[in-house]
């Protein structure tokens, strides 16, 4: 098969990895891509978001399947785009279209399909400017801390906690009136705080079966012990001994099987994987979001534990004969660390230079903002390189992650030497 993957991030490099060792992946492009990337594929200069060039590009490279990495795309309706197009209807496409898109596009949409279909989730409400004044007037019934929600996308950074009613009242009305995350918060979702552990499940489906993926914990918080401000993700665990069988079994009959069938039941395709950021709150789950795409960093430990051929599994999510399929998981842990520019997630430098990679062994490396300039890797974003380690003990995965983490080079590097440990019991 001759693959597209599209997106620029760790989670793209993990799957690019991932798809290259497939003995049915016969050439393998990836757009934009990254530093890491080419060393699994074809890098290509493509506007991911211009339907009618990466169509263009599909019927030149002839391209059998694509599969989509970010949400955007998706949220912007590229697999109805391809679907509909006469040269291009017969290509294997991984995600979601538009409609179902909209679990993540819309945390309005994500809250009343909940509602409609019983899954459990945090008590909500949902604001615009018109209606601020009684958005002010509903944080002042909640107790702290308070949760403010831009309605669409705003690239992981659209979410608010803050522990006083003041700063509630005062992130809302940046929010609104000030469109703090632009067009994104021109609605605003304030929900009730879910006092628990989050935990983040896989699940790949064809719209009508499914297949639980692994779990993972994401570390949202730049500074260790979970304090300072949210990020796009520093690290990654998975497996984790609170998601037990009786847990995932919750998961599973309140979460998994309500939303496949509410999916059924609204017409709405969905051919792709879904991302539950969940909340353990004493042993019940609750979601806190949907994604409509693999997460970033978790992608980066859940693909190693996957030890069947990903294109196989994509294959057959496509092609609606997900029922006939079982993966095959490794029982043994993964744990990443990301590497991340000094002053992230707020202001910070690009362009520095890596140094230190051809020391690292027994991990793997994925890249997500790292490019290649004349032979040497740069710095190109706030998340740079994601260190991911296999073992049979957490310890020993958490080990050998951070020393390879710690030979790893570039100036104002900064990475989390606690992912994990909270889990070691």
């Not at 949409?109 to 002010?136: C, R």
Request: charged share 25%; glycine share 10%; net charge negative.
């Amino acid at each position: 098969m001759h693959i597209l993957l599209l997106g620029s991030g760790g989670r793209e490099h993990a799957l690019a990895w991932k798809i290259e060792k497939s003995p049915l992946c016969k050439k393998l492009f990836i757009a934009p891509g990254n530093a890491g990337t080419r060393l699994c594929g074809i890098n290509v200069e493509l506007n991911v978001l211009d339907f009618e060039a990466v169509k263009i590009f599909i019927l030149e490279q002839s391209i059998d399947m694509v599969v989509a990495g970010p949400e955007e795309p998706l949220v912007r309706g590229m697999g109805d785009y391809l679907a509909q197009e006469v040269e291009t209807a017969d290509v294997l496409f991984v995600g979601p279209r538009q409609k179902g898109a909209r679990l993540e596009g819309s945390k309005e949409f994500a809250k009343e399909f909940m509602n409609k279909y019983q899954i459990p989730t945090a008590a909500y409400q949902s604001f615009s400017t018109q209606t601020y004044d009684e958005g002010v007037a509903f944080l002042h019934k909640l107790q702290p801390p308070y949760v403010l929600k831009a309605d669409g996308l705003a690239a992981g950074k659209g979410v608010v906690i803050v522990s006083s009613l003041d700063e509630a009242v005062s992130a809302l009305r940046n929010m609104l009136h000030d469109k703090a995350f632009g067009k994104a918060s021109e609605k605003v979702v304030i929900e009730e705080f879910l006092d628990g552990v989050e935990v983040s499940v896989f699940v790949a489906t064809d719209g009508q079966s499914y297949i639980m993926l692994p779990e993972a914990k994401d570390y949202k918080r730049i500074g260790e012990k979970d304090t300072g401000l949210n990020t796009g993700g520093m690290g990654a665990v998975s497996p984790v001994w609170f998601a037990d069988k009786d847990f995932m079994n919750k998961v599973e009959t309140k979460i998994v099987k309500p939303t496949i069938e509410g999916l059924r039941k609204e017409n709405i395709p969905y051919c792709g994987f879904l991302f539950l950021g969940l909340m353990n709150v004493k042993g019940e789950p609750y979601v806190v979001e949907y994604n409509v795409r693999l997460g970033d960093p978790e992608t980066e430990v859940v693909v190693p534990r996957l030890m069947s051929d990903i294109v196989e599994l994509m294959q057959h999510m496509a092609r609606g004969t997900l029922k006939k399929y079982l993966p095959e998981i490794t029982p043994d842990f993964a744990v990443t660390a990301m590497l991340v520019s000094g002053g992230y997630p707020g202001q910070y430098e690009k362009g520095k230079e890596i140094r230190g990679l051809e020391q690292i062994s027994n991990s793997r490396v994925f890249f997500a903002g790292a490019q290649e300039r004349n032979d040497k890797i740069y710095t190109s974003g706030g998340r740079v390189l994601a260190v991911t380690s296999i073992g049979n003990s957490l310890q020993g995965a958490i080990s050998k992650t951070m020393e390879n983490a710690g030979k790893i080079e570039f100036e104002k590097k900064y990475f989390r030497k606690d992912i994990g440990q909270d889990l070691l019991r």
